[in-house]
């Protein structure tokens, strides 16, 4: 597939600025863990640099980084280091303790459901654009932000806000 110049031309400490906030996020998500989530960051940007890929648009550049930050994840859980690993118990501090409750009872949540919060609620994806960035089609992403929601319902309803 040809692939046509960036249609702006940035420099690389633009857009590790640009992408960094959302890789660690989602990279945190995913593998609930500091530490993971530091060696996702750096991998999704070696990648990007080994490769210099060409995007079409801005959400084509978006949905390049989310995809290898997913693929990138995947790989760090499925590693026989991550799996003979015992990880710490790190949280991140909050000043506000009813996010961080909220934070807790989402770091709980199986990761499909952790990724598509994370995407729609904290990245402001549409459904269609989490499905085209996780490849999976849009009514399991509905299914997914459904259930989680109710999960997140069940889990909460004890918490006082």
């Known amino acids: 597939m040809k692939t046509v110049k960036t249609m702006n031309k940035r420099n690389d400490v633009e857009f590790v600025e640009k992408y960094s906030s959302l890789v660690y996020k989602l990279a945190l998500t995913r593998t609930r863990d500091l530490t993971s989530a530091d060696d996702v960051f750096q991998d999704v940007f070696f990648r990007y640099f080994k490769k210099r890929p060409s995007f079409l648009s801005d959400e084509h550049e978006k949905a390049w980084i989310i995809r290898v930050t997913i693929n990138c994840s995947k790989s760090m859980l499925g590693s026989l280091w991550k799996k003979r690993m015992v990880p710490l118990d790190e949280s991140l501090a909050v000043d506000q303790p009813e996010v961080q409750e ?12 952790r990724t598509v919060i994370f995407l729609h609620y904290y990245e402001g994806f549409t459904i269609s654009n989490i499905a085209k960035a996780t490849k999976t089609k849009e009514n399991t992403v509905k299914s997914h932000l459904f259930r989680a929601r109710s999960l997140l319902k069940e889990r909460l309803a004890d918490y006082e806000f």
Do not use: A, E
């Not at 909220?102 to 459901?113: A, G, N, R, W």
């Open 102 to 113: 909220v934070y807790d009872v989402i770091m709980q949540l199986p990761l499909k459901y």
